[in-house]
């Protein structure tokens, strides 16, 4: 099964940044897509960003124009920088993969997450 490892998540004060890094290993034939989802307190989790192989990226309504999806060179690692971050930031940041292990068994996996804390 592919596997999501997630780092960069910690205690930054508003107005801060932040860089989240995923990278997805294991066997595996081809990623379709890479997110990032945010599940806040009280909130259903919602999409933050997402990169597709053809090479479109959508952002949600409440990090648009603030937070910034980046794919490496390899294609299996994404970056998510996140600016001018407030409180309304404050939640635990999931990595999400899409995929083909083969011609023919695709994959949904997902990161352990990773709390970003945004607090004065």
């Known amino acids: 099964q592919v596997q999501l490892v997630e780092s960069g998540g910690g205690l930054v004060q508003p107005g801060g940044s932040l860089t989240l890094v995923c990278e997805a290993s294991?066997?595996?034939?081809?990623?379709?897509?890479m997110a990032w989802y945010r599940q806040a307190p009280g909130k259903q989790r919602e999409l933050v960003a997402m990169?597709?192989?053809?090479?479109?990226?959508d952002y949600g309504d409440a990090v648009r124009g603030r937070f910034t999806m980046s794919r490496g060179d390899a294609r299996n690692t994404v970056y998510l920088q996140m600016n001018s971050l407030t409180p309304e930031d404050t939640a635990i940041y999931y990595c999400?993969?899409?995929?083909?292990?083969?011609?023919?068994?695709?994959?949904?996996?997902w990161g352990q997450g990773t709390l970003v804390t945004v607090s004065p």
């Open positions: 990169v597709t192989s053809g090479g479109s990226t």
């Open positions: 999400n993969a899409r995929g083909y292990h083969d011609y023919r068994n695709s994959f949904d996996a």
């Open positions: 294991g066997i595996f034939f081809r990623i379709v897509a």
